[in-house]
């Protein structure tokens, strides 16, 4: 029971946590910097370990961490995934979320360039596995996520309500423009074709044509947002559009910078930003203390931090919060 006077809680829930089925090993971002490759072989066995997951969650005392495996994460570059792969990685993190339902939850992968196929699997991830969200690639070599055959994806997952983490990839050429500057470089081109296909959403008219979608972009793809809330296109973005304009789009933290979390408070509202950290190829996974620090020190107050740190996510998901003293 909780003592007079004694601070309540704060739920804290990792947004953007990597896992996949065992069978089908996580892969480097291709071209990626030496020094991701060099440590990708423990990265990915973490990836496919769930009771090392398990034992740093509770270590780091975070309440919920939110799985995913972008098709990009565990398919080689220049090949697409099979439905039957899809249905592989789905059904174990199905298994997985409903062993331990009150630490974990699963973003079913989806490959959204599949056309119907993909709705399908949509379909098929949320109603009879009961995965509450997904998690897409936001581009191909030549597409961007707000290409037509991305469509039949995103309006599955509207007219469900499922939230969709729009995940970065590794485009051949940016990432060879930029491999001179090592792991900045390999960041830098995944947050372009990410802040790419934020603003594909915007001109392209999916976030007109679909209202009730809500996608959730990683802070790599920052770029995107600072590009559209200066226009009056991408006020639609931002917490000053005016009630049913406001687009439902959110940002995942990907790490602990104050600033960073500032700007997308500010920008978004506090009610659009929820507390990710890319476990475990992150540099710095998440612990309660580094995340009240990180929140502290973006000079949130006590209701803005607590919306950041798990409250969104636990709305998008549609979670129950626990009760005061849980």
Known sequence: MRRLNEPVRRYIADFHTHHANPRMPA????????????????????????????????????????????PSLVTPAGR?????ELRLLNDHLAAVTAEVPDRVAGLATVDAFAGDAA?????????????????????????LLGAPVARPTLRAAAELGVPVLVHPVSTRTLSLALTGLGRFGTSLARGTINAAALLSLLTDGV?????????????????????????????????????RERAHVYLDTMGFAPAAIRFAVDVLGADHVLVGSDWPIG??????????????????TTAQADLVAGDNAARLLRRALPGPGA
């Open 27 to 70: 892969l480097p971002p291709p071209h990626s910097a030496a020094s991701l490759a060099e440590r990708w072989d423990g990265l990915a066995a973490r990836i496919a370990d769930l009771d090392d997951l398990l034992g740093e969650t509770g270590r780091q005392d975070i309440d919920l961490r939110v799985l995913s495996a972008p």
């Open 80 to 84: 697409r995934m099979t439905p039957a």
């Open 119 to 143: 709705a399908d699997e949509v379909v098929r991830a949320v109603t009879a596995l009961g995965l509450p969200g997904i998690v897409v690639d936001c581009a191909t070599e030549s597409q």
């Open 207 to 243: 976030l007109e044509e679909l209202p009730e979608l809500r996608v959730v972009f990683p802070m790599l793809g920052v770029a995107g947002l600072a590009l559209a809330a200066a226009s009056d296109e991408g006020a639609v973005l931002t917490s000053r559009a005016p009630g």
């Open 283 to 300: 540099a710095r996974s998440a612990s309660r203390e580094r995340v009240n620090a990180a929140l502290d020190a973006a000079g949130l």
